[in-house]
């Protein structure tokens, strides 16, 4: 199962979209306080659906608690970041990859990403742009790596619901 961190995420609606994603891919979010609003907060749960129930969610008092209760994290954790030099479809994702995402207004530190340096990772984009939305961000390098897992157990072919597809 892979993992979805936020650390001292900000922005509910972007928390439960990522909620959302992650209940479609079978991802475990992990969210590491401060954060921004109560996890209780109805633009969370208006984002994250009906899904917010099914999620995977587990939220830790600062990123020492995190570390502590996942020590596996530390030989498997990557960080998303504008400051990486390696792009995230360079890597190879173990199925049980944790992947890290900072908070909007700051990103992950510096001094944590010095700590991983081979495991920074950025999405290509225009230089006059400071980052992508942080649900878009999550959606992007996350299904990458579950694409190079082969997309687990999840549905890989859809129906439609008045006509057939043609064989």
């Not at 439960?16 to 109560?38: D, Q, S, V, Y």
């Not at 994290?73 to 960080?79: S, T």
């Not at 990103?107 to 290509?124: K, M, T």
């Amino acid at each position: 199962m892979l993992n979805i961190v936020l650390l001292e995420p900000e922005m509910p609606a972007n928390t439960g979209n990522i909620g959302r994603t992650c209940c479609a891919t079978g991802t475990k979010l992990h969210l590491i306080e401060p954060m921004g609003f109560k996890i209780n907060d109805k633009t969370l749960k208006r984002a994250g659906l009906d899904y917010w129930e099914k999620l995977d969610v587990t939220v830790y008092d600062c990123l020492e608690d995190f570390l502590e209760k996942n020590e596996a994290a530390v030989g498997k954790m990557f960080m998303a970041t504008t400051k990486a030099q390696k792009i995230y479809s360079d890597v190879s994702y173990p199925e049980d990859a944790y992947i890290m995402f900072g908070k909007e207004s700051a990103g992950i530190p510096e001094e944590l990403l010095v700590e991983y340096q081979e495991r920074a990772i950025r999405i290509p984009m225009n230089e006059e742009i400071r980052s992508l939305n942080l649900s878009n961000s999550v959606a992007i390098v996350l299904y990458e790596a579950l694409r190079q897992n082969n997309f687990f157990s999840m549905q890989l072919g859809g129906t439609l619901h008045r006509l057939q597809w043609k064989n």
